[in-house]
């Protein structure tokens, strides 16, 4: 793989000549300024740079970026941008899902791209209702929610979409939302590591499912319920007067009292985001009792599937010669009016 | 010992034209190997042949058992020969089970050559057999060679210092020799294999040569005490040239390396297990030299997924599976076409619905392939006829999808990609190259005369430019909603819908498909034969024989399904008669029917065997035979009938190899 040349643009840049046709309001334009901001801050290539989605709101996403853009099949992108990966590994690939299409229909495919590993950014846009369908609970809605396709209310488990990935084996996990000013910071986090990095994007879909992320992402009044997570950095939240830290007889996350901003005292962790196993308490925080973490979560390089196979490539290929004839004629042949030949 | 069985009653004459031989033993006997080996040697002799291999569905068979048996069969004749025949002359029986398994098959009076030394209690019990076959008058309507070859090899090999259990080992070089004998074959291109293989082993080689040498001999005593005689074929004239033994998944294999280099591209292939299409995915696994990338996907409809992202990213496309498999990737199919990227879809089709018959052949897909998506969503089919023919369609598939950026279905089916047959091995400096091309600048020029790009500007033949992502300036987005017939950009109107379908359409009705043309006979008269697929074998034999007996019948061989020849229609309005001949209910009959509006009749099987040369050969004797209204209709299950594959298991999976020729001869 070649390092990226970084380019200079703007946002104008990375917008399309497309109208943008997402419900006034709805949450996606600002994940869309967002990414669209964050572009020109990594020195992106319109040219090397391919969004590929599935379907649902999330994905017409493609469309309003100025780069290659391929807007796939329900729940299949992480198929076609591993196949695209392995093709030109040089490709700079972000994914875009929903709850719908990423953890229902697609499920199996994230599922595969997270554990293989093939360096892409994924972001899954969680609005806990299907939107283009007109309003289904999905996945991920809570317990409870009355729908269409669930008048007295869903009686099924959400899924959780951090826990998965991570459950999944992958090595990075974000968190971000919407109209969070720190979503930039995330998917430069998750643009930074190699390999696949999950980032999950709370989205207020204002149609269907209209502000059931206010407890901890309101625009304003909901601070104090954002746990942001920074490596090396205590975990503090709610105006550093609280904290988490480890319950060590029950091996569980709890939140404590930080006096006087002494939270070595209260126990507090120091967040390291290369720890596997504060990362899996952390996707498992309830809200409610714990604030809502965010940030970069988990942050764990390791070598990518594609690396992996250009290595076997090269390595199967040392010392062969691609030569169609010889192929051809291998194993065991003979000649009419001729002799046996010995096995190539 | 010999023992002269009773009443032979017509015996191979000494000069047949044709003979068809089944080498059956115990997995462990290396039946494969044996039948690998006569077939050079035969191919030396310059007979024609086929072969089908014909081994168990376990993973790891028990010894001794019915469902451990595995066979090799040959056809060979100093004709032309089709398929790898109705019906055994010989066969070889190593054990009590291959003998059980296989003895049905055997024509009324044929050679049964059985190794007594293997006919112990414990092997009949295994067998289920209450009795001694070879010691009572149950195989009395066969011609009986019984003597104890475990123990001539032990005595051959002797001088050796091999154990008894290695020595055994040697069994199937000595039946080699006996059926060298038998059919007049030279040994020295054996002696020479022999040698080579266990070049580190010159003990190993020594004793197998003198194993063979020894069947050899035996040969000439038994003939003046029994039944065996030796039978002389002579060589069919054929084009001189390099040859090997092909099975119909390396040709498809084969090909599709060859089609990617045709077109200057890397190949890469999804693919997911699925019995019998796996094969294509391990031999292209061991191909990375070619520029070849495998992927094994976490299900078919990854598999495909996968393999248009690689060519929305600039690689050959290619994906492969069976029908369960190919129904799952319908959806990506259509974005396939939507998007219009080049992609070859391999399917070797096997006994459906479901799960069906995973390990029988059958042509049932055909709907499916020409039709099964939502949506108009048209796509080019061909079909291979054999195992050596795979390999030129597959690259004719390549050729389709780059030059007209579309999906192409390749259908093969379970008996061509386990059948071997010989293939004269193409030169490649030959070979037409298609190189693909990629947009790299602008193709058009806008409103206010500035250059701009069009995506979905099409070339003459109706294909959009392909833009590899990477490429400066030419950014833009593609995907499965109906777009612009020019920008790509969405589009719902209604005149703009229209106008893309019929420019999809279009498109592949306008694929350049070489006019029909008649295989065996005149290109009109009192019937047509027309076949696609697998049938060809048994088709072309039959019509061969028909035609030897003055019958006025013609054989057409469809290769492209879809588009068809454009000639087809007018040339089958010049029989009187029209029978299609395939392994399902009547589909290609349809498309003919449907395309043409010919009076095509249908001749069906579906009892997941191909079809016999004497079943044919009854179909076309209808139509000559003066009684009115009894053509076509379906042919009956015939249990009897080989080549026949055992039974898979309930998920499809066969076991991990290929083909066993080719793993034993390691090609």
């Not at chain 1, 591993?82 to 994914?95: F, S």
């Not at chain 2, 039948?35 to 081994?55: E, V």
């Not at chain 2, 195989?139 to 003597?147: E, G, Q, R």
């Not at chain 2, 006025?552 to 087809?568: A, E, G, Q, T």
Request: hydrophobic content about 40%; some cysteine.
């Amino acid at each position: 793989m070649n390092a990226p040349v970084k380019i200079e643009t703007t946002l104008k840049d990375w917008e399309t000549d497309q109208e943008v046709r997402w419900c006034p309001g709805c949450g996606d334009y600002a994940i869309l300024k967002a990414v669209q901001r964050t572009l020109p801050q990594l020195g992106a290539d319109p040219a090397n740079t391919v969004f590929i989605s599935g379907i649902g709101c999330s994905s017409r996403f493609p469309y309003y970026v100025e780069s290659y853009g391929f807007h796939t099949i329900h729940g299949r992108a992480p198929a076609f941008a591993t196949g695209a990966k392995l093709a030109n590994p040089d490709l700079d690939i972000w994914l875009v899902t929903g709850d719908g299409d990423g953890l229902s229909i697609g499920g199996n495919h994230l599922m595969h791209v997270l554990r293989r590993n093939v360096n892409m950014q994924i972001m899954l846009f969680n609005n806990e209702i299907y939107g283009l369908t007109k309003g289904q609970a999905s996945p991920t809605s809570r317990e409870g929610t009355k729908s269409p396709s669930t008048p007295i209310g869903s009686y099924d488990h959400p899924a959780r979409p951090a826990a998965f990935a991570l459950g999944a084996g992958a090595r990075f996990v974000g968190r971000g939302f919407d109209v969070s000013k720190h979503l930039p910071d995330v998917l430069k986090a998750a643009h930074a590591h190699q390999g696949a990095a999950f980032i999950e994007i709370f989205q207020n879909c204002i149609v269907y499912n209209k502000d059931v992320f206010n407890d901890f992402a309101a625009p304003k009044g909901a601070e104090d319920q954002q746990l942001w997570l920074e490596n090396g950095k205590p975990m503090l939240f709610a105006k550093d007067g609280k904290g988490i830290a480890l319950d060590r007889d029950k091996l569980e996350l709890k939140v404590v009292d930080v006096v006087d901003g002494d939270w070595e005292a209260a126990g507090v962790i120091v967040h390291d985001v290369t720890n596997r196993s504060i990362a899996h308490m952390l996707v498992e925080m309830p809200f409610g009792p714990f604030p809502m973490a965010l940030g970069v979560l988990y942050d764990d390089p390791r070598p990518t599937f594609e690396a992996a196979a250009m290595a076997e490539k090269a390595a199967a290929s040392q010392g062969k010669e691609a030569n169609l004839a010889k192929l051809l004629g291998k194993g065991q042949t003979w000649t009419v009016d001729g002799t046996a030949q010995d096995p190539v | 010992m010999a023992t002269a069985a009773t009443a032979p009653q017509d015996g191979l004459p000494a000069t047949p034209e044709s003979v068809v031989v089944r080498f059956a033993g115990d997995s462990g006997d290396g039946m494969q190997l044996t039948g690998g080996q006569f077939t050079l040697s035969t191919a030396l002799a310059g007979n024609d042949l086929a072969t089908f291999p014909d081994f168990p569905a376990e993973i790891r068979a028990p010894q001794g058992t019915l469902f451990g048996v595995s066979a090799f069969q040959i056809n060979f004749g100093s004709r032309e020969i089709n398929t790898a025949g109705d019906a055994p002359d010989v066969l070889v029986a190593m054990n009590p089970a291959a003998l059980k398994t296989n003895i049905a098959a055997l024509k009324p009076g044929g050679l049964v050559i059985a190794d007594t030394g293997a006919f112990t209690k414990r092997n009949l019990d295994k067998a289920h057999y209450e009795a001694n076959p070879l010691e009572d008058d149950s195989l009395a309507k066969y011609d009986l060679l019984a003597f104890d070859i475990s123990e001539k090899t032990i005595e051959a090999v002797k001088p050796y210092g091999l154990g008894n259990k290695d020595a055994l080992r040697s069994k199937n070089m000595w039946t080699l020799g006996l059926a060298l004998w038998m059919f007049d074959r030279p040994r020295e291109p054996i002696h020479d294999w022999l040698k080579a293989k266990f070049k580190s082993k010159p003990e190993i080689a020594d004793a197998n040569i003198a194993a063979l040498d020894a069947g050899h001999a035996y040969g000439e005593t038994a003939e003046l005490a029994g039944p065996l005689k030796q039978v002389h074929i002579d060589p069919v004239p054929s084009a001189p040239g390099l040859y090997r033994t092909v099975t119909g998944a390396e040709a498809v294999s084969l090909g599709l390396v060859a089609g990617a280099q045709l077109a200057s591209l890397p190949m890469f292939f999804g693919g997911y297990p699925i019995t019998p299409a796996s094969a294509i995915l391990h031999h292209l696994a061991r191909l990375k030299e070619f520029d070849v990338t495998t992927f094994q996907a976490e299900d078919e409809i990854a598999a495909i997924c996968a393999a248009i992202g690689a060519s929305y990213a600039g690689s050959l496309g290619i994906t492969s599976s069976s029908g369960p498999g190919i129904a799952l990737k319908g959806e990506a199919m259509g974005l396939a076409i939507m998007t219009e990227l080049p992609l070859v879809i391999v399917n070797s089709q096997r006994g459906g619905p479901s799960t069906g018959l995973p390990t029988k052949t059958e042509q049932s897909d055909l709907y499916q392939a020409v039709y099964g998506r939502n949506g108009d969503a048209p796509m080019p089919v061909i079909a291979a006829s054999s195992p050596g023919d795979a390999f030129e369609v597959a690259i004719e598939a390549c050729r389709i999808a780059v030059q007209y950026m579309t999906p192409v279905m390749l259908l093969t089916d379970g008996y061509i990609a386990n059948a071997a047959e010989p293939w004269k091995v193409p030169d490649p400096a030959t070979f037409e190259p298609f190189p693909a091309e990629f947009l790299t600048e602008k193709n058009a020029v806008d409103d206010q005369g500035a250059e701009t790009f069009l995506p979905y500007k099409r070339d003459e033949k109706g294909a959009r430019p392909w833009v590899k992502p990477g490429t400066p300036g030419l950014m833009h987005r593609i995907g499965g909603i109906e777009k612009h017939e020019l920008s790509g950009n969405i589009d719902y109107s209604p005149d703009n819908h229209q106008r893309m379908t019929d420019l999809r359409k279009g498109k592949i009705d306008g694929i350049a498909v070489p006019d029909q043309e008649v295989c065996l006979g005149n290109t009109s008269g009192k019937l047509a034969v027309v076949g696609w697929g697998s049938t060809f074998g048994p088709i072309h034999r039959a019509v061969d024989n028909a035609r030897r007996q003055g019958r006025d019948v013609s054989h057409i061989h469809v290769r492209h399904i879809w588009p068809l020849p454009k000639n087809l229609g007018d040339l089958l309005r010049g029989f009187e008669h029209v029978l299609v001949p395939e392994m399902n209910t009547g589909q290609f009959k349809t498309v003919l029917r449907d395309q043409f509006l010919v009076d095509a009749t249908p001749l069906t099987k579906t009892s997941g065997q191909p079809f016999q040369i004497a079943e044919m050969e009854e179909a076309i004797g209808k139509y000559f035979d003066g009684v009115e209204g009894n053509e076509g209709g379906e042919v009956p299950v015939n249990d009897d009938q080989l080549p026949h594959l055992e039974s898979g298991h309930d998920d499809g999976s066969l076991k991990n190899q290929s083909s066993p020729q080719s793993q034993e001869l390691g090609s």
